[in-house]
């Protein structure tokens, strides 16, 4: 079973508009970390966020939020006011505690900003 | 600023070749991992290290060989390059627990022809 659903293939928004990208993630551990990568066209995946269970406060940096419930098992990202440079490929991920330092993969969500 | 480095960016191999793929970090990190990345598959694992000559199955192994005789160097081995393995490989590397973020190199482009 995938762990970590990210249902949105391709997403296409108007430069200035808002856009949140969709995380479910499937787990039974208690302590667990919530990832968001960004894979810019030229191919290198970059750290964006890592939270833990313990933590469900949601985290605001600059035009780039993100809102974990863990009622939902949902760590979604949110993209305000977006600009020609957001456009890449977003990558959720899970690790476990009890699972070793494997992470699971999203299968990502392609983002296209029009301007 | 950790780094990670792929030995190539674009590598075009023939069905049946022994191909290596390199990978060098320079952050003295204990865990390094190969994946692959195919449109709408997300990024699969191979395999994994933990440790030098340490290694553990990902989710897709078959076909694939790793080796890890120093710390920073974890290399990929297509025993018999086929087709089907014609993708994009990244390479990443972390420490310690699995609270710690991946770090990335840039990929190689590996066509099998």
């Known amino acids: 079973a995938q762990k970590v659903t990210q249902a949105q293939t391709e997403i296409s928004v108007v430069e200035k508009e808002d856009v949140t990208l969709d995380c479910v993630y499937e787990?039974?551990?208690?302590?667990?970390?919530l990832f968001w990568y960004k894979q810019p066209p030229s191919g290198e995946l970059v750290f964006l966020i890592r939270?833990?269970?313990?933590?469900?406060q949601n985290e605001i940096s600059g035009r780039y939020s993100w809102n974990f419930q863990k009622s939902t098992s949902s760590f979604n990202f949110t993209i305000t006011a977006s600009q020609v440079v957001d456009s890449a490929v977003y990558f959720c991920?899970?690790?476990?505690?009890?699972?070793?330092?494997?992470?699971?993969f999203g299968t990502g969500t392609s983002l296209t900003v029009i301007p | 600023d950790v780094k990670v480095t792929q030995s190539s960016r674009y590598l075009v191999k023939r069905t049946g070749e022994k191909v290596f793929l390199e990978c060098v970090q320079d952050?003295?990190?204990?865990?390094m991992f190969w994946y692959r990345q195919d449109p709408g598959l997300g990024l699969r694992l191979i395999y994994f290290?933990?440790?030098?000559?340490?290694?553990e199955k990902g989710d897709i192994p078959e076909g694939y060989s790793v080796s890890r005789e120093k710390k920073e160097r974890f290399s990929l081995i297509l025993e018999s390059a086929s087709t089907n393995q014609t993708s994009m490989y990244l390479c990443?590397?972390?420490?310690?627990?699995?609270?710690?973020?991946?770090?990335f190199g840039p990929g190689t482009r590996l066509t099998v022809l």
């Open positions: 290290s933990y440790d030098v000559k340490m290694k």
């Open positions: 787990t039974r551990d208690t302590t667990y970390y």
């Open positions: 939270r833990n269970s313990f933590d469900e």
């Open positions: 990443a590397s972390s420490s310690g627990s699995s609270y710690n973020e991946q770090f």
């Open positions: 952050m003295d990190h204990e865990n």
């Open positions: 991920a899970l690790s476990e505690a009890n699972t070793g330092n494997q992470f699971y």
